[in-house]
């Protein structure tokens, strides 16, 4: 009968017809067949045994949900940001840069060491790493001058650093403070200089800072030119007149 075959296909509206479903429909359909030929042939009208056996077969919800396939959740994959970039003078700003931090650690550590000697608590090593140190930031301050003077107007796109690079840095310090700290205490007997090296090594995570602050307020930023206007295209006042 056509109104089984109909009851039986609407109860898995939405399923996919896979080989399992078609032998489950199939199945279903014959017994209600089944059925109905029975219930008509005890004397009932086929609109009766239709009734009487759909009711006899009951809630078909169950059974559909067994062939129900879980489809997988999507997933999202967040996009990383892009990094944030600036146009700048590269070779001005690396300058302007090395003086504040390198310079910045350099007079630190001379206005600490000179207070430590006057208050006659300076170690004997002290001043031979504030030698080491001086030499090596004025070695780097020297050559990024005259990297300036080879190209002054230079312009690079420059990758503003996140925190990511900042904690680097600082861990990059750390390291070197806990190894001035050890090499201290196991070969000097004379007094405690691991702190000049503590302030040297600052330069490093100050230069990182240092620079993300002048790209931030905008300094040695290279100001986009707009493209001039051809010579032959007259201009609005002109074209109206």
């Known amino acids: 009968m056509e109104a089984i075959k109909y ?69 999202v994959v967040v ?49 031979m790493w504030d030698l080491v140190f001086g030499v090596a930031a004025v070695a780097v301050v020297a050559n990024s001058l005259v990297r300036f003077h080879e190209q002054p107007d230079a312009v690079e796109t420059v990758t503003v650093s996140d925190g990511t690079a900042l904690r680097k840095a600082l861990m990059i310090w750390a390291g070197v403070c806990a190894f001035a700290f050890v090499f201290n205490l196991a070969f000097e007997n004379n007094g405690f200089w691991a702190w000049t090296a503590w302030i040297a090594a600052a330069a490093w995570p100050a230069r990182v800072w240092v620079e993300r602050w002048f790209i931030e307020r905008g300094s040695f930023a290279h100001p986009r030119q707009e493209a001039p206007v051809p010579a032959d295209v007259p201009s609005t006042a002109s074209a109206c007149s």
């Open 79 to 127: 996009a990383a940001p892009e990094p944030k970039t600036a146009e700048v003078y590269v070779r001005k700003l690396r300058l302007h840069v090395d003086i504040v931090a390198v310079g910045g650690a350099l007079a630190a550590l001379f206005v600490l060491s000179v207070l430590a000697a006057l208050a006659g608590a300076a170690a004997s090593g002290a001043a």
């Open 7 to 75: 009851y039986v296909k609407g109860a898995f509206v939405g399923i996919a017809e896979t080989p399992e479903v078609l032998e489950q429909q199939e199945e279903l359909i014959a017994d209600l067949t089944a059925k109905v030929e029975d219930l008509v042939a005890e004397g009932k009208t086929e609109d009766e045994a239709l009734g009487v056996a759909i009711a006899s077969m009951g809630d078909l919800s169950g059974l559909v949900r067994e062939f129900v396939v879980d489809e997988p959740t999507p997933q």
